[in-house]
């Protein structure tokens, strides 16, 4: 069986007077103190709502990208931001993405700890 998943790392997005182009970056440190910016492949869900691939630090100087674990995320009117969660189930990921996004609590500027309170209180938890 042969698996095909495209992504994109650049959303254009029509606005009164033109068009936005956006995009999520990762900011990261390697191991050896070198830092690295890059914008991050997403698989957009609608809206503006995405999922990306987990990425991580490897060794003194390597970036992982995990194709099986996918955190929630929101990129639109130069504006971009990626939860702090992600699993291995795309389903719950975009479940997870729709619910935040669509919370009347929720704002996708919130900080950290009060995103890490709202999976809670929602049943979504840690990452899974």
């Known amino acids: 069986m042969t698996n095909f998943l495209q992504l994109h790392s650049h959303f254009v997005q029509q606005m009164p007077g033109g068009i936005s182009v956006n995009n999520l970056r990762s900011t990261l440190t390697l191991g050896d103190g070198s830092t690295v910016q890059f914008a991050l492949p997403c698989l957009p869900i ?53 619910s935040f996004h669509a919370a009347p609590d929720t704002a996708w500027t919130d900080s950290v700890d009060t995103v890490m309170a709202w999976l809670r209180a929602s049943g979504f938890g840690a990452s899974s």
């Open 46 to 98: 609608g809206g503006g709502l995405v999922l990306v691939p987990a990425v991580y630090t490897e060794g003194p100087s390597g970036v992982r990208m995990d194709f099986g674990r996918w955190s929630p995320g929101y990129c639109a009117n130069g504006f971009g931001v990626i939860l702090p969660f992600s699993t291995t189930d795309q389903a719950l990921a975009v479940r997870v993405c729709q």
